[in-house]
């Protein structure tokens, strides 16, 4: 058997390491959604009036609205009535961390995340959300002296209504589309952040999410303001146990960067990729936006993602105001039955916009792997440019890499540069690598890592090192 | 140190190794010569261990241990090196973690423990002072962009970082200007001692003008048909090849 093929046959087998779930007592909604979902999950929410009517006009937008057909795979059949829309570990409105489920802590030990304020003095302050609810922020004293306000979407609902009203649904409408439509009318929380004028918030935020709850979905919301002159980096994992059935994950992200601001969002994806038959795994339907409002602003959109059995999404950036610019940083590994369809829009609205899109896709497997990408310059942008890099590695002959560019160009003085290319791991690569001592499945990795080394280096530091060993154990038993 | 006894080898059905002899003792220098297409880079690559090559009969002893029962990265911690006549390229992994990686899964293999980072470091200087290779070149992607000359300096200064019991140098002398010939030489004729030994193939007699053999074995289609010792490459590169092969015609 030639190494590519040995690579090929046990690709499939390594072992999805979060696949455990969490025995715990959990508040579950029958599954179902009509009207009364949403009002049931609003008075939860102990919601105000216009937010409920909100996610009532975005219900009916969800029923009038068709699935997508564009994307390069058959949309899976998907029963909206058999999911579960709420669901919730018992005993919320904690205090402290005492309070805290001993099952839920353990779990987040498991998860490598830890919730001991001992340890958070790494200087990353964590919102998590468990199913439905975010279950704990930590360091939000510390934040809020300096004026950063970091909570759930929940408590941003309850505590700072208008700003949550001033711009949710700003940047990703009800009607954007399918996804984010049923996102508008059944999220349950997620996350908020808002960064005032001038301030550099010292540390990383972040969210890890986790799906616990049998037939549910998860569907969180989160909405991250940087006001005129601010920066923030926020971090994002998420994963969910081994079932055999599929769980759909729904989320909107919006982003708003107001003048001079800086937004850095990085994202770890790795939801439960299904087994190597492709049973089971989750949907990861997302919508992630962000708009450069302000002048002089920046956003910029990081994801490794190794995760889920669908990959569906798409990091955008509307670049609106003058001299702002946007970037999409990504690296996408599919095997087994994988298939990711994800890359990014840069819509150049205003004056001397800039972005850049680095796109490193991974296939291996029977997996299927495409980058798709929309690169849109509109009249009024002058002097805009963007430089778009996408390549494609395959492991073995019976995956497959797409690449969907798309170029719209109004202004003659803009430059949009495009640059691809396709490549396999040799099997001269992993021969030199053995020839200096090194096994096929470290050589392998290291390989991987190397293609992958111009995004990972974009994440901060410790969640480089979190992606490194996930590419590493992605691959892991890839060779015999 | 190493016995090649009656090895043959083929690949995709067509037999190219047909019956090699040879032994090797520690502290000694052997030269393989011989025209293109004679097999001497198949040898390399056959004891290496790359997989397209199939082992008919014969076999392969590194300190009395069967190599050719080893997978190639075992081959290489039991201390077989071969410095690749086309080095690969491999972007984005850093010269520098390549090494460290190399070492201490080579290290791990022969239970000692992984040296730290300033060891690590003090040992690169030193090695890199030894083939004369830039230190920044040691902080980019592994032979990404390298000169030929660089790449087999590179491999030279991975032979020394690694401190094997064979290595075997496939034509390492191809491409080389004389400057770059003599730095790899003086590399090699460092790191040479009683505990290791050199195999190296060539098909120039130029680069043992620097390296001088103890053996010198020309083969010719997939046998070592004669052996000597370094007069007989002098003697080679005066004659030429013909000769060589009208001598074999003439034996057989």
Excluded at chain 1, 152 to 162: C, I, K, L, T, Y
Excluded at chain 1, 269 to 289: A, I, L, M, S
Excluded at chain 2, 63 to 71: I, N, P
Excluded at chain 2, 180 to 186: E, K, Y
Aim: aromatic share 8%; hydrophobic share 35%.
């Amino acid at each position: 058997m030639s190494k590519d093929q040995e690579l090929l046959e046990t690709l499939a087998t390594s072992e999805y390491e979060y696949g455990f779930s969490t025995d715990i007592e959990t508040e579950i909604l029958p599954p179902g959604l009509n009207e009364d979902t949403i009002r049931f999950i609003s008075a939860k929410k102990n919601e105000p009036e216009w937010l409920l009517e909100y996610r009532l006009k975005a219900l009916k937008r969800f029923h009038e609205m068709e699935k997508p057909d564009w994307q390069n795979f058959d949309f899976p059949e998907m029963d909206f009535q058999a999911i579960s829309y709420y669901a919730a570990p018992k005993k919320k409105q904690l205090n402290s961390l005492d309070e805290v489920d001993p099952e839920l802590l353990e779990t987040f030990a498991k998860l490598g995340i830890s919730l001991d304020e001992q340890k958070m003095l790494s200087g990353v302050a964590v919102d998590v959300v468990f199913d439905s609810v975010s279950v704990t922020t930590t360091f939000k004293e510390k934040l809020a002296e300096i004026g950063v306000i970091f909570c759930s979407f929940g408590e941003a609902v309850q505590e700072h209504p208008e700003l949550v009203k001033k711009y949710l649904g700003t940047v990703v409408p009800i009607g954007d589309n399918l996804f984010a439509a049923l996102n508008a009318a059944v999220f349950s929380d997620g996350s908020f952040a808002y960064i005032p004028k001038g301030v550099r918030c010292p540390m990383e935020l972040s969210t890890y999410f986790r799906i616990n709850a049998m037939n549910s979905g998860q569907f969180e919301r989160t909405l991250v303001i940087a006001d005129e002159g601010s920066y923030v980096s926020y971090l994002e994992g998420c994963t969910a146990p081994m079932r055999d059935e599929n769980q759909l994950h729904a989320a909107v992200v919006e982003l708003i960067a107001l003048d001079d601001a800086e937004i850095k969002y990085s994202t770890v994806q790795n939801w439960y990729p299904g087994d190597k038959d492709g049973k089971g795994g989750v949907y990861n339907f997302v919508t992630k936006r962000g708009i450069c409002k302000g002048n002089n602003s920046k956003i910029s959109w990081t994801q490794v993602e190794t995760g889920s059995s669908i990959t569906w999404k798409y990091p955008s950036v509307i670049l609106k105001g003058d001299n702002s610019s946007g970037e999409f940083y990504s690296v996408a590994l599919t095997r087994n039955r994988q298939i990711a369809d994800t890359g990014t829009k840069m819509i150049h609205l205003g004056k001397n916009t800039k972005s850049r899109i680095i796109s490193k896709g991974i296939s291996a497997g029977f997996s299927h792997n495409s980058y798709r990408g929309l690169v849109s310059i509109h009249s009024n942008a002058t002097n805009s440019r963007n430089f778009t890099q996408c390549d494609s590695l395959l492991i073995g002959d019976r995956c497959g890499a797409h690449t969907f560019p798309y170029i719209e160009g109004k202004n003659s003085t803009s430059i949009v540069e495009h640059e691809a290319t396709t490549s396999k791991i040799g099997e001269d690569q992993v021969f030199y690598l053995n020839q200096r001592g090194i096994d096929s499945e470290k050589a392998v990795a290291l390989i991987v890592n190397g293609y992958a080394r111009e995004v990972l280096n974009k994440l901060p530091m410790e969640f480089a090192v979190e992606a490194q060993k996930l590419l590493a154990i992605s691959l892991d038993g890839s060779v015999g | 140190m190493l016995n090649i006894n009656n090895l043959h080898s083929s690949i995709e059905g067509k037999e190219i190794l047909k019956g090699i002899n040879l032994k090797v003792n520690a502290g000694e220098i052997h030269a393989i010569m011989g025209p293109n297409g004679s097999g001497k880079s198949t040898l390399a690559s056959v004891l290496a261990g790359k997989e397209e090559y199939e082992v008919g009969e014969g076999e392969v002893l590194l300190d009395g241990k069967d190599l050719l029962d080893m997978a190639p990265e075992d081959r290489a911690r039991e201390g077989l090196f071969l410095a690749f006549q086309y080095p690969i390229e491999i972007p984005g992994v850093s010269n520098i973690n390549f090494l460290k990686t190399a070492l201490s899964e080579i290290r791990a293999y022969r239970g000692l423990p992984e040296l730290t980072s300033k060891e690590f470091l003090t040992l690169l200087k030193d090695k890199q002072e030894l083939v004369e290779l830039k230190s920044s070149l040691v902080n980019r992607s592994l032979n990404e962009g390298f000169s030929g000359g660089e790449k087999k300096r590179n491999e030279i200064l991975q032979l020394a970082m690694l401190d094997p019991k064979l290595a075997i140098l496939d034509e390492t002398d191809s491409g080389l200007d004389i400057d770059a010939l003599r730095i790899v030489a003086s590399g090699v004729n460092k790191l040479r001692n009683e505990n290791n030994a050199f195999v190296i193939i060539t098909h120039y007699q130029r680069l043992l003008e620097y390296i001088v053999p103890d053996f010198v074995h020309i083969l010719y289609d997939g046998r070592i048909i004669k052996s000597g010792t370094k007069e007989l490459a002098l003697e080679l590169e005066e004659k030429g090849y013909d000769w060589i092969t009208q001598h074999e015609t003439g034996i057989v």
